[in-house]
């Protein structure tokens, strides 16, 4: 990810929007491209890196590890760290996290529905159906 410089205007636009702006808030929390595929697995449940790795498609290990510290200091995912040997380390959705689980249905729907007008066809009733 690439970072802004502290000293660079459009830090300091972020950073006062944010300061202002609840929805700019919540989007900068949650609209990393990763977030959504590991809110979408932790939905089922704990999981271990290597589980998490496996069921999101492409995304490379730097980038799942970022994402889950970001997420952690964030508080939207708990890392459970379990005194084994080999160490065992599972994530999982905070309580807070947990309460977007209806809104990504909803945002998923919204999707597949602007995604249809887009390609010229007409969206069917507003369904909730599983993620890609």
């Known amino acids: 990810m690439k970072q802004i410089k502290e000293s660079s205007t459009n830090f300091s636009n972020k950073e006062n ?4 702006c609840t929805e700019a808030y919540a989007m900068d929390l949650i609209g990393a491209r990763w977030k959504l595929s ?4 932790l939905k ?4 271990r890196f290597s589980e998490l790795k496996k069921k999101i498609a492409n995304v490379t290990e ?5 994402h889950l510290r970001e997420m952690e200091r964030d508080g939207l995912v708990n890392r459970t760290v ?6 065992r380390v599972e994530y999982s ?8 689980l209806p809104v990504w249905d909803y945002l998923r ?3 597949k529905r602007h995604r249809t007008r887009q390609e010229g ?4 009733p507003f369904t909730i159906t599983p993620i890609c």
């Open 17 to 20: 929007l944010i300061a202002i």
């Open 38 to 41: 590991i809110f979408y697995e």
């Open 44 to 47: 089922y449940g704990p999981a």
């Open 62 to 66: 730097r980038m799942l590890t970022l």
């Open 82 to 87: 379990y005194p084994e040997v080999p160490a």
């Open 93 to 100: 959705l905070t309580d807070s996290a947990s309460e977007l």
């Open 109 to 111: 729907a919204w999707g």
């Open 121 to 124: 066809e007409e969206p069917g």
